[in-house]
């Protein structure tokens, strides 16, 4: 089964998800909120068997490794992200009996063990046999184990989306990876540096989220397909960010509340367009709405990346100027203050003007809530 990701690692002999950890514990706090507010407490780890999926260069398995696990499996298929997880390993002096590491695609992983929490970060919205994937993940956890996975949707990308367009455009004439990544980087680094928290470099945020295909490759996962695709077997314990509430009577034991929380994603669901801003929450009809425009600039997108033909360009201007006539009085003033500078930039380009990032302190300095956790407890 093809995987852009393992391809793409593979073409440049990269893993581009090191993280800066030197301060250590909030390395590790990061973590600790990640978990609490998927309903998870530190104790679920306490002598836990451990199946993670995709864990890169290791950085978030290191977290695991101070709570008291017994042991974690590691299934990893990029060569780069296993020499840097052992060499992460070797220097955290991280016990040998703790940990396995099997180099190969989960699709081709075997085991008869069952274990505690099994996790996959990162990957599964950008391939293309997800729904085979989770069913086999699904099949490694214990009764009452949990399973933590990642969702990424078109809503969630849209900012990122703009700037991988633009990146892209300003490199297009560029020769050689290495001369657009330098390029690339020395633009994104300090966008980068205004967003608090960020632990990755920007050579390597550029190289993952700008130039990575599997960025553009039509692939999503968003919350609500996740919760589909674990039906009824798996309950769901939280989310980050904290999306859903359910105010149900605790013996109402019948109240189906995946079906509140399908609701719920769809009134709340542009508040992933932004980070950093409060929760949007609109009438389901209109949400869906504005949503198809943005899934269309997406898709859109894409498609300029593979033709360089400034007619998607236009046609991306159209639609979001629909948005901007249908939403301006529901969607905050901060995500419309960027909104208006991405049409500005992209009617620069349609002019062949000269774009400059440093005009576009909005758009500059802002993220989309990109990455979504959301946890699952087997019944």
């Known amino acids: 089964m093809k995987n852009d990701f393992l391809e793409y690692y593979g073409e440049h002999s990269i893993s581009p998800v090191k993280q800066n950890i030197k301060e250590f514990e909030i390395h590790l706090e990061r ?51 296993i020499d840097d997880m052992q060499q992460l390993f070797v220097e ?19 085991s008869n063990k069952k274990y505690h929490v099994v996790i996959a970060e990162g990957f599964l919205p950008y391939i293309c046999n997800q729904y085979e994937v989770i069913n086999k993940l699904k099949n490694f956890v214990v009764s009452d184990g949990i399973i933590v996975i990642t969702c990424i949707d078109h809503v969630c990308m849209f900012i990122e989306a703009m700037k991988r367009m633009i990146g892209i455009l300003l490199s297009a004439d560029m020769d050689g990876y290495d001369n657009k990544v330098e390029y690339l980087t020395e633009i994104f680094e300090p966008q980068l540096g205004k967003l608090r928290g960020v632990s990755r470099s920007a050579k390597e945020w550029v190289q993952d989220q700008i130039l ?16 589909e695709y674990f039906g009824d077997e798996f309950d769901i314990l939280g989310s980050s960010p904290q999306m859903f509430t359910d105010y149900s009577w605790y013996k109402d034991v019948w109240y189906d509340y995946k079906r509140d929380y399908e609701e719920q994603f769809h009134k709340k669901r542009l508040s992933l ?40 360009i236009e046609k991306i201007v159209k639609e979001m100027n629909i948005i901007q006539k249908n939403a301006s009085c ?21 002019r062949n003007g000269d774009v400059r990032m440093d005009k576009y302190p909005h758009f500059f300095e802002s993220f989309g809530r990109t990455q979504q956790y959301i946890a699952f407890v087997k019944k």
């Not at 955290?92 to 075997?110: H, T, W």
Request: aromatic letters at 8%; proline letters at 5%; glycine letters at 6%.
């Open 330 to 350: 529901c969607l905050c003033s901060g995500f419309m203050n960027v909104f208006q500078e991405i049409t500005d930039i992209l009617e620069c380009i349609q």
């Open 273 to 312: 367009l932004q980070a950093n801003t409060p929760e949007i929450i609109l009438p389901m009809e209109q949400a869906d709405k504005l949503v198809k425009h943005f899934v269309n600039i997406k898709n859109l997108a894409a498609q300029f990346e593979k033709t360089l033909k400034l007619d998607n």
């Open 92 to 110: 955290y002096k991280v016990p040998k009996d703790k940990y396995s590491i099997c180099q190969n695609k989960i699709e081709d992983f075997e």
């Open 212 to 227: 990575n295909p599997a960025g553009v490759n039509g692939m999503e996962l968003s919350m609500m397909q996740a919760i």
């Open 31 to 81: 973590r600790r909120k990640l978990y609490r507010q998927c309903g998870i407490p530190l104790l679920a780890f306490r002598n836990a068997e451990i199946l993670e999926v995709g864990p890169g260069g290791g950085y978030n398995t290191l977290a695991l490794l101070q709570w008291n696990i017994s042991h974690v499996d590691l299934v990893e298929a990029n060569p780069q992200g």
